[in-house]
């Protein structure tokens, strides 16, 4: 009787993400390290992306489906619905201490942008317009089954 809850997020904003977490550390993680270039590492992260996307389509029921933009925007209604599609507590009390376990000091710095808020549509910012149109590119199908779609 197991239940899967599928968190997707913006593929532009995760490659943002993941430039500049490397680009901190001076590593590279996320797969970069086995890439020999850009659209290499954007192949790779696609496969996983498909892998995510196809377990969402065969598995998936409805309310399994959670945007972390939905997530970071609202976050008691996010987890409310998450909760109750999943038959488990929802209630305010159970949501305060959900959210007060998330604000965990030992997961403080490890973020890239300022605040959970400003990491949603860095990609605008953040990837320069040749990188942008390889992402739109490589995960474009991607984006639109996601719900991501105009949204560029």
């Known amino acids: 009787?197991?239940?899967?809850?599928?968190?997707?997020?913006?593929?532009?904003?995760?490659?943002a993400?993941?430039?500049?977490?490397?680009?901190?550390?001076?590593?590279?993680d996320f797969g970069r390290d086995l890439a020999g270039s850009d659209d290499a590492w954007l192949a790779y992260l696609r496969q996983n992306f498909l892998v995510l996307r196809n377990a969402w389509r065969?598995?998936?029921?409805?309310?399994?489906?959670?945007?972390?933009?939905?997530?970071?925007?609202?976050?008691?209604?996010?987890l409310q619905s998450i909760?109750?599609?999943?038959?488990?507590?929802?209630?305010?009390?159970?949501?305060?201490?959900?959210?007060?376990?998330?604000?965990?000091?030992?997961?403080?710095?490890?973020g890239t942008a300022?605040?959970?808020?400003?990491s949603i549509g860095r990609w605008r910012r953040d990837l320069p317009p040749e990188v942008i149109s390889a992402v739109e590119q490589a995960f474009g199908d991607l984006l639109d089954d996601f719900g991501y779609a105009g949204t560029g």
């Open 114 to 118: 300022s605040s959970p808020s400003d």
């Open 83 to 110: 909760l109750s599609s999943l038959d488990l507590d929802g209630s305010p009390n159970t949501i305060a201490l959900m959210l007060a376990a998330a604000d965990a000091p030992e997961l403080r710095g490890h």
């Open 58 to 78: 065969s598995r998936g029921e409805p309310g399994s489906l959670i945007r972390y933009e939905d997530l970071i925007r609202d976050p008691t209604a996010s």
């Open 1 to 15: 009787a197991a239940r899967e809850v599928f968190l997707v997020r913006d593929f532009r904003d995760m490659v």
């Open 17 to 28: 993400s993941m430039r500049a977490y490397n680009a901190r550390k001076g590593s590279g």
